[in-house]
């Protein structure tokens, strides 16, 4: 059974989700007589090439090797001391030990999609883990052999560890950058506790450790060597912004997995000259409503004029972590780019989704008005993915050793199972992908369309519908020959958040439908629909005795009562209240 049918009948899933397919607003809109929802078309996407050889040059190779360890890339011992024991883990040890497991493959893939990201964020990883290794030493180095061995590592690496301290000021905010020589990596101490010497060999895992430093060490070595001139990706994106046709005087949304990568970004763009820069992530203190109002003004209640009379300088290219793929409004840029290779293809339809959304009919007049330039471009959404082309597979065997498993994306879309470099290498693919974007409608969106179709067509219908006693009954011919049914509409009664009183109005409504071969109760509406559905001249037609239809009502109330109302732990006394029925022979 496909996913989408599972949760289609998954009862949680679909109290707490309500689905409006991008084709059902269209749909809908235009069965109400009301103007077509007005969505973007989306061009095929653009791979932006760049090498990863070119940027990193022997620092690669040195990733490579560290990969190719039996323990891939660092053993990170002070994550995983259970794989330490001085004797054999017992039933509760195993489950704890597949989750330290869990947490150091976790690390080693995050080490792999931030060197993928940027040097800026590899390299603060690599400081990061650095600092906290040195912590846990610090912690557990109890007697003077351990603690000499420390303080050889310090002055070795003394020099290392001053660029350390000099890179981190420069990337921390100014109000955040207290640290000094002597307390670098003091915030990690509490990460810490000491290991039971009884319990750990925490000789071996002091090894290890120290392994994991020098292979650190080496790594941060090569990137003291590094500078922004070396970075293929960033002069890619630099040469696009700059000579572009589309994207060189117009707004763009650039997304990147990681802070450093962005607030990196949004320095070199800067330097180079690009204007109109900003840059928004997770730990931006500024109000997030006035930088969306600076990039996105007419989609924000605001307008350039706005913007102008509150001496706001409207921003031209925004960058973002994914603090700002979900729920916001975005469309008055059409342009975005894709900094990192996106592993998830959810997160990837998220970031598109801030640009890729409904328009408002209105402000698009509005902005045109304001912005007669960007005419050409308006309704058409166009997106870029940074790809390195020749050194991709690698980077996936790389993921797969780290992961366990093999991962198989799209090399434009981040689909399981398609194997995509260039839009144009597999129409098809393509194709699936918009469609399944776009969205098809759904049974209960299907209902709900012919539902205000009727209304639509008959606008008396309604009132004529609320003026029916309840209860009301009627019959019509089954679908199948010689088969027998009862429909049953009933209203389920629950607890009101406000009074905490039981009632209809807080409650919801519920379909049934009881065969009597078979003794089979129906209750997705989707399934029952096509049993009951009628025309106004459809023949009624009733056939069953009471006692048939009274017997089958009192085995559908005891369902109720031995399903919902046990559930929901209903006073005694609460019953549901029948609406209508309807037998089907």
Not at 248 to 277: D, H
Not at 280 to 308: G, I
Not at 421 to 426: E, I, V
Not at 436 to 456: C, D, F, H, I, V
Request: proline fraction near 4%; charged fraction near 30%.
């Amino acid at each position: 059974m496909e996913a989408t049918q599972v949760l289609f009948n998954d009862k949680l899933f679909r109290e707490l989700v309500v689905q409006r397919s991008r084709a059902y607003v269209t749909q809908s809109q235009k069965q109400q007589g009301s103007a077509a929802a007005l969505f973007p078309t989306k061009a095929p996407p653009v791979v932006a090439e760049y090498s990863v050889k070119k940027t990193y040059g022997h620092l690669l190779g040195k990733v490579e090797i560290a990969f190719s360890k039996e323990k891939p890339l660092f053993a990170l011992a002070p994550y995983h001391p259970l794989d330490y024991p001085h004797g054999p883990a017992d039933e509760k040890g195993n489950f704890e030990i597949g989750r330290q497991r869990g947490l150091v493959r976790l690390i080693r893939v995050q080490f792999l999609k931030r060197f993928e990201s940027s040097i800026t964020a590899f390299e603060q990883s690599c400081q990061n883990l650095l600092l906290k290794f040195i912590a846990f030493l610090e912690v557990n180095s109890q007697t003077n052999r351990e603690k000499e061995r420390l303080e050889k590592w310090r002055t070795r690496n003394r020099e290392l560890l001053s660029h350390v301290h000099e890179r981190r000021q420069a990337l921390a905010d100014e109000a955040d950058s207290e640290e000094t020589e002597e307390t670098l990596g003091d915030e990690y101490l509490d990460n810490f506790e000491a290991l039971d010497r009884k319990t750990y060999r925490v000789d071996e895992i002091f090894d290890d450790t120290y392994d994991d430093l020098e292979t650190l060490v080496d790594f941060l070595e090569e990137l003291k060597k590094f500078t922004p001139d070396h970075d293929d990706k960033l002069k890619a994106l630099i040469k696009r912004l700059k000579n572009d046709s589309v994207l060189k005087n117009r707004k763009v949304l650039i997304f990147s997995e990681f802070m450093a990568t962005a607030r990196y970004l949004k320095q070199e763009l800067l330097k180079a000259g690009v204007s109109g820069v900003d840059e928004v992530d997770s730990a931006t203190k500024r109000d997030r409503t006035q930088v969306l109002q600076q990039f996105a003004p007419y989609y924000n209640e605001s307008s350039s004029a706005d913007l102008t009379s509150r001496n706001l300088t409207e921003t031209r290219i925004l960058i973002a972590t994914d603090v700002l793929s979900e729920g916001l409004n975005l469309q008055d840029a059409t342009c975005l780019i894709n900094y990192d290779l996106h592993w998830n293809p959810v997160r990837l339809m998220q970031r598109i989704g801030r640009v890729d959304r409904r328009l408002s009919a209105a402000l698009e007049k509005k902005l045109l008005a304001d912005h007669p330039e960007e005419q050409p471009y308006r309704g058409k959404v166009t997106f870029w993915n940074f790809l390195p082309p020749e050194e991709l597979d690698d980077l996936l065997k790389l993921y797969s050793r780290v992961a366990h498993k093999t991962l198989r994306i799209s090399k434009v879309f981040g689909i399981e199972g398609k194997k995509l470099l260039k839009p144009d290498d597999a129409y098809e693919d393509l194709r699936d992908f918009l469609s399944n974007y776009e969205g098809s409608t759904t049974p209960a969106e299907k209902m709900q369309l012919e539902l205000e179709r009727l209304l639509s067509d008959d606008p008396a219908l309604e009132a004529r519908l609320d003026a029916l006693p309840g209860r009301v009954f009627s019959g019509k011919a089954h679908q199948q020959q010689g088969a027998q049914a009862v429909f049953f509409c009933y209203n389920l009664p629950a607890e009101d958040a406000a009074t905490h009183e039981w009632t209809d109005a807080a409650g919801r409504t519920a379909w049934y439908l009881y065969d009597l071969g078979t003794s089979k109760i129906l209750d997705q509406p989707e399934e029952i629909h096509a049993h009951i559905k009628c025309a106004p001249d459809t023949p009624r037609r009733v056939e069953m005795t009471a006692d048939v239809l009274r017997t089958v009502r009192l085995k559908i109330e005891i369902h109720i009562k031995n399903t919902y109302l046990k559930q929901m732990q209903a006073p005694v006394g609460k019953n549901p209240t029948l609406r209508c029925w309807m037998e089907l022979a």
